[in-house]
């Protein structure tokens, strides 16, 4: 749910996450989106402007379609908090696909996921090192495209739902090597910032005894791959609530649960310190259009998103 933005603490609460290190083109849905930046920053600092006619990303739609309309529910527990863009088995560009160890949605049109939910706490962490299976998703219907780990060039085989996060046994750890797991991250998002906030995570289970409810995700469009069958995201977002107990669900979320919430760009260049690029739920659902918490009452909703 996204909030009216206004924050003393965050001059940028009503723009996208992008303004708070570097926006390109890719990074918006629509024309109207990047319009809304360069407006807001007099000498288009982002280059959004390139023939400086005071439009900005001409190339990009007017609008985009609308959001899919909530039409299945389901009791996974990965999805406890929402299902942020209702995906399903009936869109190929948002196809629910559900595992004992995560959920995700999947694009067929960008050969990626758009987002994935996991829970993490002790009963997820194990002794078990990667099993390094990369390989096609048979979760897939034959009809789309199978992604295979050949297809990446120039960039890492990035995991959303962490192998770090998956470690009691082999055949756990296998499942977050299938490629609808998988993104084009580069090294400088995979190997700094990204790592280390999935570091951090898992240090709250095993140094304070905590629990983590995340949602990650990828938007934008950077590059292509596998003769364009896949999408480079420009910008990588993750979303971490925590709690005091295993399985939480919408009820255990109030207005004082801490929540984390970060958006990178998948650049060449980060900085290594992942609160660099601290963000709030509000902005991340700005810049994607997903409803990320929708299963948590709506007054609660309105407090944590806000909070960066």
């Known amino acids: 749910m996204v909030t009216a933005l206004t924050s003393d603490a965050d001059p940028n609460a009503a723009l996208p ?6 926006c390109i083109c890719g990074d918006f849905r629509t024309q109207a989106d ?3 930046v360069l407006d807001s920053f007099w000498d288009d600092q982002y280059g959004l402007d390139g023939d400086s006619n005071g439009v900005a990303c001409e190339r990009l739609p007017d609008a985009v379609a609308p959001p899919d309309r909530a039409t299945y529910f389901s009791n996974n527990p990965h999805l406890a908090l929402g299902n942020p863009s209702n995906a399903a088995q009936t869109n190929p560009n948002n196809y629910l696909i559900e595992k004992d160890e995560y959920a995700l949605a999947y694009s067929a049109e960008r050969g990626t ?7 993490v706490s002790v009963d997820w962490l ?4 990667r099993q390094d ?10 009809e789309i495209y199978p992604v295979r780990p050949s297809d990446y060039s120039g960039y890492d085989r990035g995991h959303m739902v962490p192998s770090g996060d998956r470690t009691v046994s082999p055949q756990v750890n296998s499942e ?5 797991n998988i993104f084009p991250q580069t090294a400088a998002n995979n190997r700094g910032p990204w790592r280390e906030l999935e570091n951090y995570g898992r240090d709250l289970i095993y140094q304070q005894g905590k629990s983590l409810y995340v949602l990650g995700g990828i938007y934008g469009q950077r590059d292509t791959l596998a ?6 995201p420009s910008r990588t977002w993750k979303v971490i609530l925590v709690f005091d107990k295993v399985n939480p669900t919408a009820a255990d979320v109030n207005t004082q649960t801490d929540v984390i919430a970060v958006d990178m760009p998948n650049a060449r260049r980060l900085d290594d310190q992942w609160q660099t690029y601290l963000t709030s739920i509000d902005r991340i659902e700005l810049a994607t259009g997903y409803d990320l918490l929708s299963e948590v009452p709506e007054d ?3 407090v944590i998103e806000a909070r960066r």
């Open 113 to 119: 996921l758009l987002w994935a939910g996991w829970q």
């Open 17 to 22: 996450p992008c303004v708070d290190s570097v």
């Open 227 to 232: 003769a364009d069958k896949i999408t480079v």
């Open 133 to 142: 299976d990369f390989r096609p998703d048979g979760a897939l219907p034959q």
């Open 126 to 129: 194990g002794r078990t090192g």
């Open 34 to 36: 990047a319009q809304l």
């Open 176 to 180: 977050t090597f299938l490629m609808t």
């Open 300 to 302: 609660i909703q309105a």
